[in-house]
C-alpha cells in the first residue's frame, strides 16, 4: 500500500484548504491525523471506503469533512474555519479491514506529511 497525501500549504485565519491523499493497494479505511512538535500525532478524522461512513475528533467536527472517490483512489479532507491552532503535519494512513480507528497504531501504512500554516 502507498499513500501521497498533498494539499499543505499557508492559509490565513478562517480560510480553507483541501488536503489530498492518493491510495495505491489495498485499502478499506483511511484516517487522517496531524503533528505537531512535542505533541504527538492526534487524530483528525477517518473514513470508510466502501461507504463513507466518517468519525472525526471533536475540536474538528463541524469544521473539517472527509470524502473519498474512489474511481480516483483518493480521499479528501476539507479543511474550513481555519485556526492558527489546526497548524500541523498531516498524514493520511491506511488499514485494511473496517474501522475508524482513532489510534495511530490502528493504521497499517503512511503517507508522508503534508504541511498546514494558520497564520496571518
Known amino acids: 500500500v502507498q499513500l501521497q497525501a498533498s494539499g499543505g500549504g499557508l492559509v490565513q485565519p478562517g480560510g480553507s484548504l483541501r488536503l489530498s491523499c492518493v491510495t495505491s493497494?489495498?485499502?478499506?479505511?483511511i484516517g487522517w491525523f496531524r503533528e505537531t512538535l512535542g505533541m504527538g500525532r492526534e487524530f483528525v478524522g477517518a473514513i470508510a471506503l466502501s461507504d463513507g461512513a466518517t468519525r472525526y475528533e471533536g475540536s474538528v467536527k463541524g469544521r473539517f469533512t472527509i470524502s473519498r472517490d474512489n474511481g480516483k483512489n483518493t480521499v479528501y479532507l476539507q479543511m474550513n474555519r481555519l485556526k492558527s491552532d489546526d497548524t500541523a503535519v498531516y498524514y493520511c494512513?491506511?488499514?485494511?479491514?473496517?474501522?475508524?480507528?482513532?489510534?495511530?497504531?490502528?493504521?497499517?501504512?503512511w503517507g508522508q506529511g503534508t504541511e498546514v500554516t494558520v497564520s496571518s
Open positions: 493497494g489495498r485499502v478499506v479505511s
Open positions: 494512513a491506511a488499514r485494511n479491514t473496517y474501522a475508524l480507528v482513532s489510534s495511530p497504531t490502528g493504521y497499517d501504512d
